[in-house]
């Protein structure tokens, strides 16, 4: 598979990865050997950019990857984020730079690595200037424990305070056929600073596949079943949407979540989507779409079908409820 260089600062990643959070919360239950075997199964198909934070199931899916990667480690560009804390009482943000230092520790204990790639602040906490934030992940890059900062989710004016701060590689945000508001500025101003993208959901939580024809596919304590998009009368537009996307996969023969994939790698070479999945032959799928060709009055196409707006009922993101001020 190829590569792509996100940011400015020679961080080289393939050019999809594999999102690893399913694995641990949020898509229901979840087989750990054969999500070991998805991860290995990605690197074998050269889907090395590996996607986890501490807060995906309170650190287990960190220790998952740690088992995973025993003996890969130098096969794979290792990503993971701090900064949304779970724990009983609910999800709040901790962007202090205790905890950024705290969390690194912790995170390069459960992955069993003595460094990581591209160290996340997984949201902006309002109660701590990025700056103090991002100053104590600059740290971690002299103390040589992490290589690459990105941020997950920021508005524009944190991009320009943190990538003043220092030099952001990436930025991690929603962004797919049907989640595409990040065009009207955020991309933008990512791109003028030289920041890369890294599209988490670009399979638009499942939906994208077109294999999710009912919301009774999902398991009882799957998150989507709140989500108002997989709700309803807006499930049922939703699934026409879909269709007329599969309608041209199957023009291009090809799956529909390969054709969204391949839109996806289409917008630039500084975009890398990081679909999740907990399946090996899933991890398959995905990984053909870096051979799909869409031309340009395919994407033209797919432009008019999935405009800004057209998709019913608002996105539910992850990370929605996370609070400020109390601290781990």
């Not at 999500?35 to 899916?61: C, E, K, M, W």
């Not at 040589?144 to 524009?156: D, F, Q, W």
């Not at 199957?250 to 890398?272: F, I, P, R």
Request: aromatic fraction near 6%; charge should be negative.
């Amino acid at each position: 598979m190829e590569t792509r260089t996100l940011g400015g600062t020679g961080l080289s990643v393939s050019a999809l990865g594999l999102g690893c959070m399913g694995m641990s919360q949020a898509y229901g239950p979840a087989d750990e050997t054969e999500s070991i075997g998805t991860i290995q199964r990605a690197i074998a198909l050269g889907v090395t950019f590996i996607d986890t934070a501490i807060s995906y199931g309170r650190g287990h899916n960190e220790r998952l990857v740690g088992r995973a990667l025993a003996g890969r480690r130098d096969a794979v560009t290792l990503a993971t984020k701090f900064g949304i804390v779970r724990s009983e009482d609910g999800v709040h943000l901790d962007g202090s730079p205790e905890n950024a230092q705290a969390s690194c520790e912790s995170s390069l204990r459960h992955l069993g690595v003595e460094q990581i790639d591209l160290y996340y602040l997984h949201r902006v906490d309002p109660e701590v200037p990025v700056e103090e934030s991002v100053g104590a992940m600059a740290e971690l890059v002299t103390a040589g424990k992490v290589r690459h900062l990105g941020l997950s989710e920021a508005n524009v004016d944190s991009l320009r305070r943190a990538a003043a701060t220092h030099s952001i590689s990436a930025l991690q945000t929603e962004w797919s056929l049907w989640s595409r508001d990040i065009e009207a500025e955020i991309l933008p101003a990512a791109r003028a600073l030289g920041i890369g993208i890294v599209a988490y959901g670009p399979l638009g939580q499942g939906f994208l596949t077109g294999q999710v024809r009912s919301p009774e596919d999902f398991a009882p304590d799957d998150f989507r079943h709140n989500n108002p998009r997989f709700q309803g009368e807006n499930f049922e537009r939703n699934l026409e949407l879909v269709d007329e996307v599969g309608r041209l996969a199957a023009e291009k023969n090809a799956t529909t979540g390969q054709v969204a994939l391949a839109w996806l790698l289409a917008q630039g070479d500084d975009v890398v989507p990081i679909p999740g999945t907990k399946h090996p032959a899933r991890v398959e799928q995905n990984a053909a779409a870096a051979d799909v060709h869409l031309t340009t009055e395919d994407l033209e196409r797919l432009d008019v079908m999935s405009p800004r707006g057209r998709w019913a009922g608002e996105p539910r993101t992850f990370g929605a409820g996370a609070t400020s001020p109390r601290r781990a």
